[in-house]
């Protein structure tokens, strides 16, 4: 069982006052992750919402030491912290826990152009956390396509809606051989703080990626972010799930959906809540459309599902 | 001063010797020729444990910067080496090392750009990144990289500004020369232990970098820009107490040779300077007063110091290992050329490129060339 919301620490490292769009999903996942990780932390960001959301210089809405690097580099830069801090420790220039380096990345950042890096740092088995919130787009830039944007998914770049299904991010950093990866979303803050705590106690690189529904770029109502998340997880759009050590685990209720316990409510309902599918579900392709949607849910869930069956 | 020791060595080893016995932090690197030997030299020193540092093998350029950056705001002293199109890749990075006030110190061993693709030396790769917001060195021997680089830290530190010490791939990076070390411990006299004035760290959270508006950002911009100019004396202060504790000496920020009565001068950096002495024996044996001026410094340029040193009414060969894209010529001409106009009318200024890809500038060569340009 995931720890109750009503167990969640009182610690905030969100401060109140900052930049965000109300309902903004990162800034909720943000929050969650802060009280997991406590204020011994050092955050990197690159550039998008989150960093738009803090506050100008000299304000800072994050309680944390803050720095912003370039797009491309969060998992080398956080490389450099980690190691730069782990020797000063051992000439004995630094004293006490040390604090957890992690980056806190949009989907941009993390798929896209700061790939390389991340990938490099996950293969060099650095000690860092490395969060993805995905909104699944450019959301700061006036939301463009990235390549976590889902097939279908209008976005200023894709103006007649996405042709091509998204990466599965989270699944090439398991194959990097991490010692930790999980996915979350906001509906579920219980399951996004345990594991959160988990990877700040295991050693080398931890990979979380939380789903983000931005009501901006996915145009939806600004309450709703908790519920469209909810949503997504519930028809398989998105999946709750872990992985120690390559060992995969599911989380509820996407292991009610994999174990085949449950079945996954129908894409529609999702895509019809949201305004970035509109186009797609007015067209006379309509149908064929969201079939090749749910195609595209449906073959992530029975990779992952075989995936999940090896266990050496 | 303690004993020293001599040995011989190329330039890239030698760099790597300095570079441990400035007893770095962290080395994040990448291999390209001809800088890739410094790299494998400190990757085996932290591996044997003759130097207590990480080696962060990192996946490209963009992310050695990018490493190197981030660990020197945790704290750091941060060192890393690369040459031609690897220092192209990190550029957008160099400027998060000057913008950000990180003294990180890098050699890059200068090699030609691509394309199409050269391995061998001149000096584009680091013109390109002038603007960029770093100091900038050019060695001329083994023994002056080594020196060199131990200075750029104390310099570095001292004004918080990223260092690059510049020295021409396999002339000298891969070239073996009498090398004196100095003791380890006139080398920890010289370069005391980084501590810096700020940091990454969770009892001060505050951001760093982040988004400004104009009347923040203009600030920074304006102090980057005088504290660089204001690194000139740092400069020169590191070049005299350098050599107070080893008694070694290249110049400060300019280094000369038989300039004094010169009427001719040649202007060049790098290991053409070294060469060119020799080209100068040559010219002064043929009956012409001929002298040598060697920025080391290239940035800041060094302009008071070549304006007082250059001889009345001298004709200044300027010898460019580069192009001036949409100038005729190269950077080093323009670049007198500014700092002569209004001051000193009495000089006159000639340009020739050469050296490009590697074409080896021998003394003779160069000899000859000087006195052609006394023709034109
Ligand atoms: C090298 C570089 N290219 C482009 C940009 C412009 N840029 C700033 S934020 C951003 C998009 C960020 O997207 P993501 O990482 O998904 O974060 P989000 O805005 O969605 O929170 C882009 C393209 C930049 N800052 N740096
Ligand atoms: S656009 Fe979306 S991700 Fe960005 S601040 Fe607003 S709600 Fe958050
Ligand atoms: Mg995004």
Redesign the pocket.
Known sequence: MATSIKKLPDIEQVLSGNGACGGCP?TMGLRIVGKALGSNAIMLL?????VASMGMTPRLGYNWPCINI???SAGSSASGITHALEVMQEKGRLHGELPTVFAW?????TYD?GFQALSGAAERNDNIIFFCYN?E?????GVQR?GATPRGSFTTTTPTGKRQPKKNMALLMLEHNIPYVATATVAYPGDLYDKVVKAKNIPGMKYIEIQAPCYLGWQFDMPETVQMSRMAVRSGAWLLWEAENGKISFNNPSSLIISGKKDAAPVDEYLMKQGRFNRLLKGPDAESRIAEIQGDIDREIAFIRERAKITI | MKTAQVIMDTGAHAAALAVKSARVDVVPGYPITPQTSIMEALAAMVENGELHARFIPVEGEHSSMAAAVAASAAGARVFTATSANGLLYMH?VLHMASGGRLPVVMCNVNRGIFAPWTLWADHQDSMAQRDTGWIQYHCSSNQEVFNTILQAFRVAEQINIPVMVNFDGFAISHCLMPLTLPSQEDIDRFLPPYEPEWRLDPAHPSSFSNVTNAPEYAPFRQMLSDDIMASIPLVKQAAQEYKDITGMWDGDTIDTYRLEDAEVVAFAINSMGAELRLSIDILRQQGIKAGLLRPRLYLPFPAEDIITALPQNAQVMVLDRNYNFGHPGGILASELKSVLFGRRNDITVKNRVMGIGGIDLTRQFMAAEIRAMMDE
């Open positions: 990162a690159t550039p998008s919402c989150s370039t797009f491309a990345v949009g989907d941009g950042g152009i909104n787009a450019y959301s700061n830039t990235s | 957008e």
